[in-house]
């Protein structure tokens, strides 16, 4: 099927095989997969503008303190902050970019975003803006934080077409940055020896999104 295959093109699919899905090798949430031998078929189809590209699982920032670290989520949140890009030293000896967002929604809950290597670069991020991660991975180093895909196709801004895109900009219509800013509960703030809140430093980075 190599041959047939193309990048956000349409096709249908015969002669598969549906067993269980084994979780340890996939971020996909389905507890199903396909699968698909020489004797499969794989056939283009027109475009179809009803089909989206990109579906979403999208997890309530108020819910990203139930979960363990590493756990993936998809998350949509309007943009609080974004941070100046700056470089961190790896123990290889070489330089790794590194750029944190601040993201919030109508549950009161913002939280940390950190974006590494090219995807620092690859939109323009601008305080308003509603945007959409796909594959972020938990953290629990100092506080909840999330660590952003390495791929630049798993940030989205602007034309998500989603209910909850939607939901959040009639949501931030109409009230300031400082407004929003100011109602937020901070995830990636922790605790410290006398229970008062403290800003978190900055998230881990897993060996395996090098």
């Known amino acids: 099927m190599d041959g047939i295959l193309e990048l956000d093109a349409i096709f249908t699919f015969s002669n598969g095989f549906v067993k269980l899905a084994n979780k340890r090798f996939t971020s996909i949430k389905n507890d199903y997969c396909l699968t698909f031998s020489k004797d499969s078929i794989c056939e283009k189809c027109a475009d179809d503008e009803e089909i989206q590209s990109v579906s979403f699982t999208f997890t309530g920032l108020d819910r990203i303190e139930e979960l363990v670290q590493s756990?993936?989520?998809?998350?949509?949140?309007?943009?609080?902050?974004?941070?100046?890009?700056?470089?961190?030293n790896m123990k290889d000896g070489k330089t790794r970019e590194k750029r944190t967002l601040t993201i919030g929604d109508e549950s009161n809950v913002c939280i940390n975003v950190t974006l590494w290597g090219s995807v620092v670069e690859a939109h323009r991020y601008n305080a308003g803006q509603v945007?959409?991660?796909?594959?972020?991975?938990?953290?629990?180093?100092?506080?909840?934080?999330?660590?952003?895909?390495s791929h630049g196709e798993d940030i989205f801004i602007g034309s998500i077409r989603h209910p909850r895109a939607d939901e959040l900009k009639q949501?931030?219509?109409?009230?300031?940055?400082?407004?929003?800013?100011?109602?937020m509960r901070a995830l990636g703030e922790a605790p410290d020896r006398d229970g008062q809140r403290k800003a978190s430093k900055t998230p881990t980075l897993l060996i395996a999104q090098l």
Do not use: Y
């Open 131 to 149: 945007i959409a991660f796909k594959s972020c991975r938990v953290s629990d180093f100092n506080g909840k934080s999330l660590n952003a895909s």
């Open 71 to 88: 756990h993936t989520v998809d998350v949509i949140g309007v943009l609080l902050d974004v941070g100046q890009p700056s470089s961190i």
């Open 171 to 183: 949501w931030s219509a109409g009230q300031t940055m400082n407004d929003l800013r100011g109602e």
